[in-house]
């Protein structure tokens, strides 16, 4: 069995195919998973690097990975022997090892219960292993904390990537007006999503053009992220941030509330997240699949060039 791992933080050179690995063992809460693909976040080659070593430190040998789509192997004992899964269940969802899981770069991979749901109908594995972190980002910060309605005005920053791809589609479905901001090459390809006004941030500054809008979604951070409170209704304007802790100077300046957009996914989030992709139709874009064993070089595709949707490991 493969297991894609890192023994030190450090760039794709850290990073080794394993398969003297021992099958993780199942325990109470648990499920074994034959992994068919697995998904690729920025959070990924961040945790490689070592950025949330103060935070979460990993324990070496570490398997990278998160997002999975994949067939149940083996379910551990409940408390109470009733279980929603059985064995060969497709589902999806995550496995890091910073929340209990073994890892989802690997062949096999063992996840918390509640961190999985079933596999979308209309999905096949490797869109599935597309989604559970960036649908439930998408899901947590325009249903739950901006609670979008029909006629509302959304500006969704980086609308080309993981996390704002399905956001226009989930914003386009609770009938919002949509602007995103993207590079040139990319504006087709939100168009399709179902964006209504598409902003080139290389040429035009989004500011301009756009007023009064109800939310803004931030996945870019930065100055992107400050000159964003311009463009939301005085009083009344929300701003969820993937990347920046709320400003308090400038929620003050411009009577906007903000949001740093911490993503939990679990089985329930999961589980709404499925309903919603199998009731409408919902595309997931795979601008590139690597095979697993390439996962260093997936990694170094995800940090400088900036996928079109998302990349995904065939396992
Ligand atoms: N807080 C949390 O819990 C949480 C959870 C998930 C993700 N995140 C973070 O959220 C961020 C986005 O995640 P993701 O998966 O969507 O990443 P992604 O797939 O890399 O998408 C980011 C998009 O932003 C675009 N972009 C870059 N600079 C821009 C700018 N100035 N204006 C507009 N668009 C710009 C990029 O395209 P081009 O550069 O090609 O234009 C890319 O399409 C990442 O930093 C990730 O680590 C946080």
């Given at each position: 069995?493969?297991?894609?791992?890192?023994?030190?933080?450090?760039?794709?050179?850290?990073?080794?195919?394993?398969?003297?690995?021992?099958?993780?063992?199942?325990?109470?809460?648990?499920?074994?998973?034959?992994?068919k693909a697995s998904g690729v976040n920025p959070a990924d080659w961040k945790i490689r690097e070592g950025y949330f070593q103060q935070m979460a430190p990993l324990q070496f040998p570490s398997t990278l990975g998160s997002d999975f789509s994949g067939i149940v192997k083996q379910i551990g004992e409940d408390d109470d022997m009733s279980s929603d899964f059985k064995q060969g269940d497709e589902v999806y969802g995550q496995a890091?090892?910073?929340?209990?899981?073994?890892?989802?770069?690997?062949?096999?991979?063992?996840?918390?219960?509640?961190?999985?749901?079933?596999?979308?109908?209309?999905?096949n594995h490797l869109e599935a292993a597309a989604l559970p972190l960036v649908g439930v980002c998408a899901w947590q910060a325009l249903v739950e904390n901006i609670g979008l309605s029909k006629d509302q005005k959304i500006l969704v920053h980086g609308g080309a990537g993981g996390i704002g791809s399905i956001a226009i589609q989930l914003a386009k479905h609770l009938g919002a007006h949509i602007a995103t901001t993207v590079s040139t090459n990319d504006k087709q390809f939100v168009q399709q999503l179902g964006a209504d006004q598409i902003i080139d941030y290389k040429k035009e500054n989004f500011e301009d053009g756009i007023h009064d809008y109800d939310a803004v979604l931030d996945t870019v951070g930065g100055e992107t992220y400050k000159?964003?409170?311009?463009?939301?209704?005085?009083?009344?304007g929300i701003i969820i941030s993937m990347l920046e802790q709320p400003n308090a100077e400038l929620m003050s300046?411009?009577?906007?509330?903000?949001?740093?957009?911490?993503?939990?996914?679990?089985?329930q989030r999961l589980t709404k997240l499925t309903q919603w992709l199998d009731q409408n139709n919902i595309k997931v874009n795979i601008d590139k699949t690597f095979p697993l064993d390439e996962a260093g070089k997936a990694l170094d595709y995800q940090k400088d060039l900036h996928p079109r949707g998302k990349i995904v490991l065939t396992v």
């Open positions: 069995m493969k297991f894609i791992q890192i023994k030190r933080y450090g760039n794709s050179d850290v990073v080794e195919v394993n398969d003297t690995v021992s099958v993780p063992a199942v325990s109470t809460g648990k499920i074994l998973v034959n992994v890091s090892v910073l929340s209990g899981g073994s890892g989802a770069f690997a062949e096999l991979a063992l996840a918390n219960k509640d961190s999985i749901a079933h596999k979308p109908k209309t999905l000159r964003s409170f311009k463009v939301l209704k005085k009083g009344s300046q411009y009577g906007i509330k903000a949001i740093f957009l911490f993503s939990q996914v679990n089985r």
